[in-house]
């Protein structure tokens, strides 16, 4: 078990950690990939044995509920997101289900999810799938689980498992096994957003950079809080968007905390934070913020005024 990293910089090339704040909800029935194409701003249309997506679901006002990634599995579709946002999606994704032929079962106890990088954990891959996927959100899946490759800030694999895939996993007892922490610096240095129970509901789509990293698919048909997405889009209404930014120092940051930016000789609200992790001497974030904030300009946590927080370049245009 990995113990002390003081920095980002310092994230070891082989680690695996487990993902225990994520859900897995199974969606089944012939009707899943139509009756959720209604749903989501993903076009579920385009989600394959081969290929994942990421996507949002939003409330008819285009608020968003929450943020997952939808893989093919079996007869299935998983839905993997924060086990808070997803508690609070499932209920209205499930809504209108009784008028299709679709089914819903939240599984999280049936499965097991894991990320990690490095030669170690890709040999395990290999040996569990049979291959190695390396483009981004490639997956390849048997009765092992599923597993899929992301890219950013460098390469590294979330692996599904199910009670099968978790006993041959284990067998390998040379893992280098690590605190989720890291897995959370990597997502954040990617500018991914999720949500939890205090930012749900809380923002459009494209406030948290969801058009950025394909998130949203804007010439599919029809789904709940298109028509505000749409608009957000093409009326160029949208103030806000992601920022990472971090400070040098640990702090205690939860989802939900306020962000405070200079105003003169003053301080205002700034944003919000979406998600945050401490790592030794350093702390990061993604947080809800003015869209024309700029790169190396400064915030604060509201109610930990001494923490300044820098922000830093995002992986992606938000252009």
Known sequence: MINTIDTAANIPADFICLLDDLSVVNVSGEERIKYLQGQVTTDMTQLSAHEALLGCHCDFKGKTWNVFYALAHDESVLLVSHKESSAVSLPELKKYGVFAKVDFSEQTEQWACFGGQGPQLESAISELFGDVPFEHRQTFSNANGVVMALTYPNPRFMLILSKDGQAKLAAHS????????????LDIQAGLAQLSTVTSNEFVPQMMNLQ???????????????EVVARTKFLGKNKRAAFILKASQAANVIAGDILEAPAGENWRRGGTVLRAASLGEECWLLAVVANDTEVNSQMRLKAHPDTVFTVQSLPYSLE
Do not use: D, H, P, R
């Open 174 to 185: 040379s893992f280098v096994f690590a605190n989720s922490t890291l897995w959370e610096v």
């Open 212 to 226: 950025a990293v394909e998130g949203i698919n804007f010439s599919k048909g029809c789904y709940m809080g298109q």
